[in-house]
């Protein structure tokens, strides 16, 4: 069964880096059933799905956040990781790393989910 | 991007009872091809990360109890509880998966 744990800071100061690592257990990183990427959920709202990675390197960014958002994977590791730059009050919220399920043709739905970890963005 | 909007925002439903969530998209997410429907719907209870309960519209995720159940097509989706329990409070989420950015509807807060 699939395990994904967030990791990382808890608090960071505006226009700092956000950074925070998820890592897989329970089966390899390099499987071609998923993509791996990043959720999250702002204080008492709803989810935004940021940005999805394949373990091959190719990426997906929300446009919305593209401008500001890295993500990377290390398959040595079984790991993958997110960066959001310049970050503000705005961004803080409960960051979920996911298993992407791949539908080959679209997109994908998400079936495995960390607990999730609360970044706080404050001064 | 696709706009998700669930109705109601909120249901208080009795023990027992059925409890029906709708979803509609800004635009089908149907892909005729393959007559699937790009759609899921997660479970949230406090504290935790959301909950896998059907992808496909209508396919329950492995372990999901057969009371929840997924219908619809095209724009107009349903999630269904037929019959109540207590540990199904929480908030319910649906998904569009047919065009990036993948998006989430807004929740909706069930209660007893």
């Known amino acids: 069964q699939l395990q994904l744990q967030e990791s990382g800071p808890g608090l960071v100061k505006p226009s700092e880096t956000l950074s925070l690592t998820c890592s897989v257990t329970?089966?390899?990183?390099?499987?071609?059933?998923?993509?791996w990427g990043w959720i999250r959920q702002p204080p008492g709202m709803g989810l935004e799905w940021i940005a999805a990675i394949y373990y091959s390197g190719t990426t997906y960014y929300n446009p919305s956040l593209k401008s500001r958002v890295t993500i990377s994977v290390d398959t040595s590791k079984n790991q993958f990781s997110l960066k959001l730059s310049s970050v503000t009050v705005a961004d803080t919220a409960v960051y979920y790393c996911?298993?992407?399920?791949?539908?080959?043709?679209?997109?994908?739905?998400?079936?495995?989910w960390g607990r999730g970890t609360q970044v706080t963005v404050s001064s | 991007d696709i706009v998700m909007t669930q109705s109601p925002d909120s249901l208080a439903v009795s023990l027992g009872e059925r409890a029906t969530i709708n979803c509609k998209s800004s635009?089908?997410?149907?892909?005729?091809?393959?007559?699937?429907?790009?759609l899921a719907w997660y479970q949230q209870k406090p504290g935790q990360p959301p909950k896998l309960l059907i992808y496909w519209a209508s396919t329950r995720e492995s372990g999901v109890p057969d009371r929840f159940s997924g219908s619809g097509s095209g724009t107009d989706f349903t999630l269904t509880i037929s019959s109540l329990q207590a540990e199904d409070v929480a908030v319910y989420y649906c998904?569009?998966?047919?065009?990036?950015?993948?998006?989430f509807g807004q929740g909706t807060k069930v209660e007893i």
């Open positions: 998904q569009q998966y047919y065009s990036s950015p993948p998006t």
């Open positions: 635009q089908s997410v149907l892909y005729t091809s393959k007559n699937n429907n790009y």
């Open positions: 329970g089966g390899s990183i390099s499987s071609s059933t998923y993509h």
């Open positions: 996911a298993s992407h399920f791949r539908t080959v043709t679209h997109y994908w739905y998400f079936d495995h």
